[in-house]
């Protein structure tokens, strides 16, 4: 299609009809007629502006597409928050025929949530009341009943009762994962619980628990106690130090890294723990954690389990044997309010976003059902399953190497064959019993929490066709491997302008969509995913294995000589390399098939009107624009790598630059498209690949 063409493109404008809280007035969803011409020079124009052509793409290319970034946030991030906007609207509306029974729950508890009164209500306080008065007691509160069970007090038992009817994560963590030694069925996972303190300041950056870092979580927490409990200065004061020391001890343990997310995927092949009886486990480490489980089951769990933190739970009886019962009993019960609470800066502009939040937490597959309904996109589905294929078939093509086998080979053409494109789909709707009412919130909220939680533990007992932990909703960008149901699951929200539109052309989709897909197909051939075995016949062979350690040996050298050693950082560099250079190798094979003569229409926009570059010089521009991030507010000398290693700003090397500018360094194609001189900092010598 021609840029001088008038087709005309259907894009969604959503127009929030003014409403007071509470009330069911339809929120409009009207069409708006766009031109393919309007939506391309639009497109031309916004990335055009984060490029500073001034720089030398052949010195630093992350500089040329991305200096004139002014945005506070990533284009992930933006994204996000658009999609945000979007799920606000579609759950303001009014309920529809269509509606399953699910997504009118959604629509009603967040209603419900909106239309809650704020802090210190009479509604909310008995709700409390009475949740202190039935889980054991608060002991910092007077006549909360911790009297009466102060004497044969069993904590475990009562974060157990926690977990099961609320989903509160206390002390203990407690994850549903799949069983590494038969990856058919899940196992449980024992594991390190979230905390207050934030994980960079709980693990790596941990430091003495009188330094000033933790002033301000120690005034919050006091505030909050103040506020919700209508506890004195002193005494909230106090409590709220005793309560951060209490965690920090307990930070102690955990294993020196900067996630909070169990990630399930990831523990099947880097992790490598126990597995053992909770009887076995509860003599180990002298806490009864077969008590534990059955509360937050409610019922005996005989299966073994795996020991996901040893560390920590060795931490975790040191530090309650140390401290008064009293003490633990308030921590639990203060992490217990404060999860059922509106935060304490809550004020009726920003409770929008808090109930969003909360219905995202404890009904996604609702809000997916609605945003999929909304923004099937069926019609960029052809063309999103071309563009799968070309990257199948040009990984499959890098899969003829010389340094695999040919066993291997024969293996890898099977095994990615095998892994299909999956969008969601909500054709089959959970069902939750529930009685919801728009005018009692916290009721709502204690059935839902009970429901879904009820729900999610049933997975443990899954076998055969075992659902992933955190399922990919219709609402969410991202795409992930699913290695065990050989499937690459997918986002709609990848599929929305201003990220992604059929009319960009082809070089912008393989360049950012593509690429994005390409992770996730190159990671299947990565070193855990093919050395560990875990599916019948889906390895690699020994010779194979040398190889591609040899190989990405080079990676290593070049993370090592550019900033410093970093695991993280080359594992990134290894995977976008290759993912790079899958999608560029499926683009240069989609135009393979194109006649200038038969496909004119085509091929004229795989360029944009007033952007001076080729179809394949916007592909590397597109691809560097999805990487590009906000300026540091820090020096650049005190930049913080992934794991917690700070480098020299020498040269400008930083980890958002290496993001970019690393895999293309690594790509001939790149440097011929720019000119660049061989020894050019964007074109080495000596380059890196895998596939």
Same mark, same amino acid.
């Given at each position: 299609? =021609?840029?001088?063409?008038?087709?005309?493109?259907?894009?969604?404008?959503?127009? @929030?009809?003014?409403?007071?809280?509470?009330?069911?007035?339809?929120?409009?969803?009207?069409?708006?007629?766009?031109?393919?011409?309007?939506l391309?020079?639009?497109?031309?124009?916004?990335?055009?502006?984060?490029?500073?052509?001034?720089?030398?793409?052949?010195?630093?290319?992350?500089?040329?597409?991305?200096?004139?970034?002014?945005?506070?946030?990533?284009?992930?991030?933006?994204?996000?928050?658009?999609?945000?906007?979007?799920?606000?609207?579609?759950?303001?509306?009014?309920?529809?025929?269509?509606?399953?029974?699910?997504?009118?729950?959604?629509?009603?508890?967040?209603?419900?949530?909106?239309a809650?009164?704020?802090?210190?209500?009479?509604?909310?306080?008995?709700?409390?009341?009475?949740?202190?008065?039935?889980n054991g007691?608060? $002991?910092?509160?007077?006549g909360s009943?911790?009297?009466?069970?102060?004497?044969?007090?069993?904590?475990?038992?009562?974060?157990?009762?926690?977990?099961?009817?609320?989903?509160?994560?206390?002390?203990?963590?407690?994850?549903?994962?799949?069983?590494?030694?038969?990856?058919?069925?899940?196992?449980?996972?024992?594991?390190?619980?979230?905390?207050?303190?934030?994980?960079?300041?709980?693990?790596?950056?941990?430091?003495?628990?009188?330094?000033?870092?933790?002033?301000?979580?120690?005034?919050?927490?006091?505030?909050?106690?103040?506020?919700?409990? @209508?506890?004195?200065?002193?005494?909230?004061?106090?409590?709220?130090?005793?309560?951060?020391?209490?965690?920090?001890?307990?930070?102690?343990?955990m294993?020196?890294?900067? =996630?909070?997310?169990?990630?399930?995927?990831?523990?099947?092949?880097?992790?490598?723990?126990?597995?053992?009886?909770? =009887?076995?486990f509860?003599?180990?480490?002298?806490?009864?954690?077969?008590?534990?489980?059955?509360?937050?089951?409610?019922?005996?769990?005989?299966?073994?389990?795996?020991?996901?933190a040893?560390?920590?739970?060795?931490?975790?009886?040191?530090?309650?044997?140390?401290?008064?019962?009293?003490?633990?009993?308030?921590?639990?019960?203060?992490?217990?309010?404060?999860?059922?609470?509106?935060?304490?800066?809550?004020?009726?502009?920003?409770?929008?976003?808090?109930c969003?939040?909360?219905?995202?937490?404890?009904?996604?597959?609702?809000?997916?059902?609605?945003?999929?309904?909304?923004?099937?996109?069926?019609?960029?589905?052809?063309? /999103?399953?071309?563009?799968?294929?070309?990257?199948?078939?040009?990984?499959?093509? =890098?899969?003829?190497?010389?340094?695999?086998?040919?066993?291997? +080979?024969?293996?890898?053409?099977?095994?990615?064959?095998?892994?299909?494109?999956?969008?969601?789909?909500?054709e089959?709707?959970?069902?939750?019993?529930?009685?919801?009412?728009?005018a009692?919130?916290?009721n709502?909220?204690?059935?839902?929490?009970?429901?879904?939680?009820?729900?999610?533990?049933?997975?443990?007992?899954?076998?055969?066709?075992?659902?992933?932990?955190?399922?990919?909703?219709?609402?969410?960008?991202?795409?992930? /491997?699913?290695?065990?149901?050989?499937?690459?699951?997918?986002?709609?929200?990848?599929?929305?302008?201003?990220?992604?539109?059929?009319?960009?052309?082809?070089?912008?989709?393989y360049?950012?969509?593509?690429?994005?897909?390409?992770?996730? /197909?190159?990671?299947?051939?990565?070193?855990?995913?093919?050395?560990?075995?875990?599916?019948?016949?889906? &390895?690699?062979?020994?010779?194979?294995?040398?190889m591609? &350690?040899?190989?990405?040996?080079?990676?290593?050298?070049?993370?090592?000589?550019y900033?410093?050693?970093?695991?993280?950082?080359? +594992?990134?560099l290894i995977?976008?390399?290759?993912?790079?250079?899958?999608?560029?190798?499926?683009?240069?094979?989609? /135009?393979?098939?194109?006649?200038?003569?038969?496909?004119?229409?085509?091929?004229?926009?795989?360029?944009?009107?007033?952007?001076?570059?080729?179809?394949?010089g916007?592909?590397?521009?597109?691809?560097?624009?999805?990487?590009?991030r906000?300026?540091?507010?820090?020096?650049?000398?005190?930049?913080?790598?992934?794991?917690?290693?700070?480098?020299? @700003?020498?040269?400008?090397?930083?980890w958002?630059?290496?993001?970019?500018?690393?895999?293309?360094?690594?790509?001939?194609?790149?440097?011929k498209?720019?000119?660049? $001189?061989?020894?050019?900092?964007?074109?080495?010598a000596?380059?890196c690949?895998?596939?």
């Amino acid at each position: 299609m =021609s840029d001088t063409g008038w087709t005309t493109v259907f894009l969604w404008l959503l127009v @929030a009809s003014a409403s007071s809280y509470g009330e069911d007035a339809p929120t409009t969803f009207q069409r708006i007629y766009q031109t393919e011409q309007t939506l391309r020079q639009s497109k031309s124009h916004e990335m055009r502006g984060y490029m500073n052509q001034n720089i030398d793409p052949c010195v630093d290319f992350y500089h040329f597409a991305c200096g004139n970034w002014k945005h506070k946030w990533t284009p992930q991030e933006k994204l996000e928050q658009q999609v945000e906007r979007e799920l606000l609207l579609l759950l303001e509306d009014s309920v529809k025929r269509e509606d399953s029974p699910i997504a009118r729950q959604a629509k009603e508890f967040y209603k419900s949530c909106i239309a809650a009164q704020g802090q210190q209500s009479q509604q909310q306080q008995q709700f409390l009341s009475d949740f202190i008065q039935q889980n054991g007691g608060f $002991p910092a509160i007077p006549g909360s009943h911790w009297e009466v069970h102060h004497h044969d007090y069993d904590w475990l038992r009562i974060v157990g009762g926690l977990r099961q009817r609320y989903g509160m994560d206390i002390l203990i963590g407690l994850r549903v994962g799949y069983n590494y030694a038969k990856v058919q069925e899940n196992s449980l996972y024992l594991s390190e619980p979230s905390t207050v303190i934030p994980r960079d300041l709980c693990t790596w950056n941990r430091s003495d628990i009188r330094d000033a870092v933790y002033e301000p979580l120690e005034h919050r927490i006091a505030a909050e106690l103040k506020t919700w409990l @209508a506890l004195g200065n002193d005494q909230s004061a106090r409590l709220a130090a005793d309560l951060l020391s209490f965690e920090h001890e307990l930070c102690g343990g955990m294993r020196n890294d900067t =996630s909070e997310l169990w990630d399930a995927e990831w523990e099947l092949y880097q992790a490598n723990y126990t597995r053992n009886t909770l =009887s076995a486990f509860s003599q180990l480490y002298g806490l009864n954690l077969d008590s534990y489980v059955t509360a937050s089951y409610g019922q005996s769990i005989v299966k073994p389990v795996y020991m996901a933190a040893p560390e920590y739970f060795r931490q975790l009886h040191r530090t309650v044997a140390a401290h008064n019962m009293s003490l633990v009993a308030n921590y639990i019960m203060y992490r217990a309010v404060a999860a059922l609470n509106f935060p304490l800066e809550d004020r009726p502009h920003l409770r929008k976003t808090e109930c969003l939040k909360r219905t995202k937490e404890l009904l996604p597959s609702a809000l997916g059902e609605l945003y999929a309904r909304q923004y099937s996109a069926e019609e960029t589905r052809p063309d /999103l399953e071309q563009l799968y294929k070309g990257l199948q078939e040009a990984l499959r093509q =890098s899969l003829n190497a010389a340094w695999l086998t040919e066993g291997t +080979r024969r293996i890898g053409d099977h095994k990615l064959f095998g892994l299909k494109l999956t969008l969601p789909n909500y054709e089959r709707a959970p069902i939750l019993k529930l009685q919801l009412e728009r005018a009692n919130y916290w009721n709502n909220l204690r059935q839902l929490l009970g429901a879904v939680h009820s729900q999610r533990s049933s997975l443990l007992f899954e076998e055969m066709n075992i659902t992933p932990s955190d399922p990919v909703e219709a609402f969410e960008a991202r795409v992930r /491997l699913r290695t065990v149901q050989r499937r690459v699951d997918m986002g709609l929200a990848l599929l929305q302008p201003p990220a992604y539109d059929r009319h960009y052309g082809r070089a912008h989709a393989y360049a950012t969509l593509g690429f994005k897909l390409a992770q996730q /197909l190159v990671m299947a051939f990565d070193d855990p995913h093919w050395s560990k075995g875990l599916l019948e016949q889906d &390895h690699w062979d020994g010779h194979t294995v040398w190889m591609y &350690h040899n190989k990405t040996d080079c990676f290593i050298r070049q993370v090592d000589s550019y900033l410093r050693a970093n695991a993280s950082a080359a +594992r990134q560099l290894i995977t976008d390399s290759a993912a790079l250079s899958v999608a560029f190798r499926a683009y240069l094979f989609w /135009l393979r098939f194109k006649e200038p003569n038969n496909d004119f229409n085509i091929l004229n926009t795989e360029t944009l009107p007033g952007l001076d570059f080729s179809n394949t010089g916007l592909f590397f521009v597109a691809f560097a624009q999805e990487l590009c991030r906000p300026e540091q507010e820090s020096p650049e000398e005190e930049q913080t790598m992934p794991e917690g290693f700070r480098y020299s @700003a020498k040269q400008n090397h930083t980890w958002e630059r290496l993001r970019v500018n690393g895999p293309l360094r690594n790509l001939a194609e790149f440097a011929k498209e720019f000119r660049c $001189p061989i020894g050019s900092p964007m074109n080495p010598a000596n380059k890196c690949s895998t596939y």
